[in-house]
């Protein structure tokens, strides 16, 4: 029997039965996904049985040992809407070759969801990509004689028969340039990011004298003239003198980073960006926020990549240099960096789940991509929570 939901007196009706298939490097946040699958099909049509069930799918992609491998699927995908989940950066994902373990790269991840692909066969109602960290998303311009690794992939895909790809904060969105014709939604998860900040530090002043949103550079405006925007403060800036005469780790190596913006002297300071690879970055404005008098250092991602480990961020926590790193849960986070105590993070399972029925509903998701309501009802939620308990310690020391 087809779910169906009613929205503003509109009814939806399920355009075909909904599946999932996680990929290995995805099956914790797939897991998670799942549940609140199981939770709101279960509230749509209570007395439908199947509303509680699993929506997974069983697939695998096992190897030889010769590194070669092969994508299989153990259940019927005839008629599914079908949703592949991957998290092409999760490094702690192995497998053997030649009698050695070898990480899986990100190539790795791309060729197993193909694979996948080519196991479904074209029986799907229809295929949708979930890919958090969309592969060759860093590679998404071309400089000189460079590849175009990111637009080559999802017109890869495209080839292949999917119909819609869905991302968050793409390093450059401006690369679904190259499917035209396919569909494209880059989420952004801001909502969920500032509710984990405004939770883990109940004490957070946002007005413009106590709190500043700093864009790490010129690349991550966007994303913080967002923030700014939304909550009504100040924004400040770095743009970043690079080396153009060589090449290090895959890009100019970054020689200083230059501040514009007003005195944020006494003030906190939030600095988003869609990933934290190294730190490095991170880490220098870091200190020189605090230089300039920084009351509190708040870091802000998508991506917690921290390719070098934990290490410089633990010192600059014990310095008092940096206060917390927010972060989601849609790649892969590192044991030591999950247990750090400057380490928040904001479950985005529940925002995955509802986009994926609303597509399975064909509803319009544009609620969904800009959540600015949901926003504003949370900073004044904050800020009558924040007043009332000024009030009560004025009483008490009155």
């Not at 009698?99 to 193909?114: N, R, W």
């Not at 790490?216 to 153009?244: H, L, Q, T």
Request: proline fraction near 4%.
């Amino acid at each position: 029997m087809p779910f169906s939901l009613t929205v503003d007196n509109v009814k939806h009706n399920q355009v075909a039965p909904l599946g999932l298939i996680c990929m290995e490097s995805a099956k914790e946040l797939g897991t998670q996904v799942d549940r609140r699958l199981q939770t709101l099909y279960s509230r749509i049509e209570s007395d439908n049985q199947d509303g509680s069930s699993s929506f997974m799918i069983d697939a695998k992609c096992p190897r030889f040992q010769t590194g070669d491998a092969k994508g299989i699927i153990n259940q019927s995908v005839r008629g599914i809407d079908l949703y592949i989940l991957s998290d092409v950066g999760n490094y702690n994902c192995t497998y053997n070759m030649f009698g050695q373990t070898v990480p899986m790269s990100p190539d790795d991840h791309f060729a197993d969801i193909k694979r996948i692909i080519q196991a479904v066969s074209g029986k799907a109602y229809r295929i949708s990509i979930i890919m958090p960290n969309m592969y060759g998303a860093r590679q998404h311009k071309r400089a000189f004689r460079e590849s175009l690794d990111c637009a080559v992939a999802l017109q890869e895909l495209q080839a292949m028969g999917v119909s819609s790809i869905i991302t968050f904060d793409a390093h450059d969105p401006r690369v679904q340039n190259a499917i035209p014709l396919m569909g494209f939604d880059n989420l952004m998860p801001s909502y969920q990011v500032l509710k984990a900040l405004i939770t883990h530090v109940p004490d957070l002043k946002i007005d413009k004298d106590s709190f500043m949103v700093v864009s790490p550079d010129e690349g991550a405006i966007s994303r913080n003239v967002y923030y700014a925007s939304e909550m009504g403060i100040d924004m400040g800036m770095y743009y970043k003198r690079r080396d153009y005469s060589r090449i290090v780790n895959g890009h100019n190596p970054i020689v200083a980073h230059e501040f514009l913006g007003t005195d944020l002297a006494g003030k906190d300071v939030l600095v988003y960006d869609d990933m934290i690879a190294s730190g490095e970055s991170m880490l220098d404005i870091a200190y020189d926020l605090k230089s300039r008098g920084c009351r509190r250092f708040f870091a802000g991602c998508t991506y917690p990549l921290f390719t070098e480990g934990v290490a410089k961020f633990n010192k600059a926590y014990e310095e008092g240099i940096i206060n917390a790193v927010v972060s989601t849960n849609l790649t892969y986070r590192r044991p030591e960096l999950r247990e750090a105590p400057w380490f928040y993070e904001a479950d985005l399972s529940k925002y995955v789940a509802y986009f994926m029925a609303a597509m399975n509903h064909d509803m319009s998701v544009n609620s969904m991509l800009d959540p600015h309501k949901k926003i504003q009802n949370l900073l004044n939620a904050h800020r009558s929570e924040t007043k009332e308990k000024q009030l009560d310690l004025f009483s008490e020391d009155d």
